[in-house]
């Protein structure tokens, strides 16, 4: 039984105990729950908490009601609530309802025992007040619009973005939204003829874990052509669509579960805005209405139109970020090292950290280098900026330093050279017409070391760049002063090398400046070194573990503010049986002498099978030395691993190079026997004069 009101009323029964028996379709409206789940259950449990159930309780109980009511009651009439402003949530923020209740008389019927038992029912109805004043709505929605600005787009993170969206619209606007991305967005194909993928970004509702959502976040969806989402992607053109429409409702049909989410839920009217940004579209937003009553209008339209238009314009800012900053960490990656090539010098541990902020990555890089004699460069650079054209002038760097490794320059002149190329690359990219300035467009700072591990040496010079930290086999951490030199770039400054004898067992620190940023910004400078020699002390399972060691203690939990290089090396030293030197004279008689010596040391080290090649290789090498070269002259055999090293060295400069021989020379056909038995032979000079080597395979 329940009291008609007029107009859009929202009426239920409930009996002496509490219990509803009757629902109408206007409660079902306001309140979301169908006739099915409510007869027979305690209204309390139902509505708990709401203004309306506890007048109702308050109604039942015959208790006076406390609140914004005014109470009229005597023995011989009914009581009559009167509740002034109860704020219900509805689409235009909190518009005002007038709930009365009215018990209904006592109805007598027979007891068991032939007494009268009495019920006692109790009507309760709820009214619109009015719909807010035309200012009032102007006002809400500017405060939305203001709201949406202030916190859509916080960020260069699609998803992000997409959830602030969802946050500001469901504050205030509506019941759910979700906001659903297309496949193409993400780098996949284009739309199929089954129908176009979604994914579900960002959703949010005024329920707890969005119950009503057909998608779970992040999922995937497709949609049929004549969906209405297909058709707001169609057309372009934001669609305000009533669920009790016949061509929504036949749509439904073919969404079984869209369809029973409606039913549970009470989905009545919703809204589907496109996406679209600098003419691409990215997606669709979703409103949805359940809780409020009122449908969404024409007025809501614009004003969802304009919340959407606004997230994606940010949406398309993070989507684009997102892709430079993907495509320059493919480059970067793709340019740096995965793996270490084979070398005997040093063992090696490495990480590289991408910037996490809105910079991008930025130009960091290391390098592992083996050289002749057993040698090995270990390199560590930053190219100043971010994105993809650090990461291409990062390239450049990278393939220079190679270069000029493998023609076995000095720490010093190698940095000179790449200083020039840096210098030449700016003259290259001024506009036509321009003049070149003392600033360099690349910018770029640099550590080139060089270990040798017969002489357990190490030279290092820097252009700019933070200098390493060597930590010896007793666990002493000591940051080696070299001298700083200018970044690369500037020109016409010198570098200079410094050498250090590095004992077998120690291990080399070379990072970017990344790596110490953190504790720069806290206002401590000096709080990165400190933590860095701290860490490095620690002892460590490995290098590996090393290497985590040191990036917690430096970066903490948080992403780093630049990009992070380090490069640990722990050195290793040839054991002196591996390695035979003899000094010879400036004299042709020396080249049959130094035969035999090298055929001796293969005997001793079992190497017999070698010995012919390696004969012919001496013979030469040292021919060329004593023909060409000036004293002193030096012969040296290294054994490394599955690897023979023979070297001559002289006090002359002078490089030897392949010619072709014609059919009448005598001679100039000795170093191209030479390049076809072995796998690799060149030249390095030295502060004394140069070395010829030539590496076999074993």
Not at 166 to 192: I, K
Not at 215 to 220: F, H, N, P, V, Y
Not at 393 to 412: Q, S
Not at 475 to 489: D, S
Request: proline share 7%.
């Amino acid at each position: 039984m329940a009291t008609r009101v007029p107009g859009r009323a929202a009426t239920a029964t409930v009996d002496g105990g509490g219990a509803v028996t009757g629902w109408s379709v206007a409660a079902e409206r306001l309140t979301g729950f169908g006739a099915g789940q409510v007869l027979g259950r305690p209204a309390v449990e139902l509505l708990a908490g709401r203004a309306p159930i506890s007048l109702l309780r308050a109604v039942v109980r015959r208790e006076p009601f406390s609140g914004m009511v005014r109470l009229c009651r005597s023995e011989e009439e009914p009581v009559s609530v009167e509740l002034g402003v109860v704020p219900v949530r509805t689409a235009r923020g909190e518009p005002a309802w007038v709930l009365s209740a009215l018990p209904l008389q006592p109805l007598s019927q027979p007891s068991p025992g032939g007494a009268a038992a009495s019920t006692t029912a109790v009507a309760g109805a709820g009214t619109e007040a009015g719909a807010a004043s035309s200012e009032e709505r102007a006002r809400r929605r500017l405060a939305l619009l203001s709201e949406a600005g202030l916190r859509i787009g916080s960020t260069l993170e699609v998803e992000r973005t997409a959830q602030e969206l969802a946050d500001v619209a469901v504050e205030g606007f509506a019941d759910f939204v979700g906001v659903d991305l297309l496949d193409s967005v993400f780098g996949g194909g284009p739309p199929s003829n089954a129908g176009l993928v979604f994914y579900r970004v960002a959703q949010r509702s005024v329920l707890p874990g969005s119950p009503e959502s057909v998608i779970a976040l992040g999922a995937g969806d497709v949609i049929v052509p004549d969906s209405p989402m297909a058709r707001v992607l169609a057309s372009g053109r934001p669609l305000r669509t009533d669920y009790h429409d016949p061509e929504i409702r036949s749509w439904l049909t073919q969404e079984p579960e869209r369809e029973r989410l409606a039913k549970e839920f009470g989905i009545h009217s919703s809204l589907l805005v496109p996406l679209t940004a600098r003419g691409t579209t990215l997606g669709v937003a979703i409103f949805l209405r359940h809780r409020s009553p009122e449908p969404f209008d024409e007025d809501d339209l614009l004003l969802a139109t304009e919340l959407t238009a606004r997230a994606a314009l940010s949406v398309d800012n993070a989507r684009q970020y997102t892709q430079q900053r993907d495509t320059a960490l493919a480059l970067q990656r793709s340019l740096l090292p995965s793996r270490t090539p084979r070398q005997a010098a040093v063992e090696v541990a490495f990480r590289y950290l991408p910037a996490g902020g809105r910079e991008g990555v930025g130009g960091d890089w290391f390098d592992v280098i083996p050289l002749s004699g057993a040698r090995v460069a270990l390199v560590v650079g930053d190219v100043v900026g971010h994105g993809v054209p650090a990461s291409a002038a990062m390239g450049r760097l990278r393939t220079a330093v190679r270069t000029l490794a493998d023609i076995d320059m000095p720490p010093d002149e190698l940095l000179t050279h790449l200083d020039d190329l840096v210098l030449r690359v700016d003259l290259d990219e001024l506009p036509e017409g321009g003049t070149a300035w003392a600033g360099s467009s690349v910018g770029a700072t640099c550590l080139y070391a060089v270990y040798d591990p017969v002489t357990r040496s190490c030279a290092m010079a820097r252009a700019g760049h933070p200098g390493p930290a060597l930590v010896g086999p007793d666990g002493a951490v000591t940051f080696p002063e070299l001298p700083a030199g200018p970044p690369l770039g500037l020109g016409g400054l010198p570098f200079e090398a410094v050498e250090l004898e590095v004992p077998e067992g120690s291990v080399l620190a070379l990072y970017t400046d990344g790596l110490l940023r953190a504790s720069e910004l806290r206002g401590d400078p000096g709080l990165g070194l400190d933590r860095l020699g701290s860490a490095l002390a620690a002892s460590a399972d490995s290098l590996e573990g090393l290497c985590d060691q040191v990036l917690s203690a430096t970066l903490g939990p948080d992403a780093p503010t630049d990009d992070v290089a380090l490069l640990l090396a722990r050195t290793l030293a040839l054991p002196a049986r591996d390695v035979a030197d003899w000094p010879l004279r400036h004299d042709p008689s020396e080249v049959a002498r130094a035969r035999k010596l090298a055929t001796a040391k293969l005997t001793d080290w079992g190497l017999e099978e070698a010995s012919f090649v390696t004969e012919l290789v001496v013979s030469e090498l040292i021919t060329n030395a004593v023909r060409y070269g000036r004293p002193p002259i030096g012969f040296r055999l290294i054994r490394d691993g599955g690897v023979l090293i023979c070297e001559v060295s002289d006090g002359s400069s002078t490089a030897p190079h392949l010619r072709r021989a014609r059919t009448e020379d005598e001679g100039g056909r000795g170093l191209l026997l030479v390049a076809q038995l072995c796998r690799n032979w060149g030249t390095r000079h030295t502060p004394r004069g140069k070395t010829i080597w030539a590496e076999q395979e074993l």
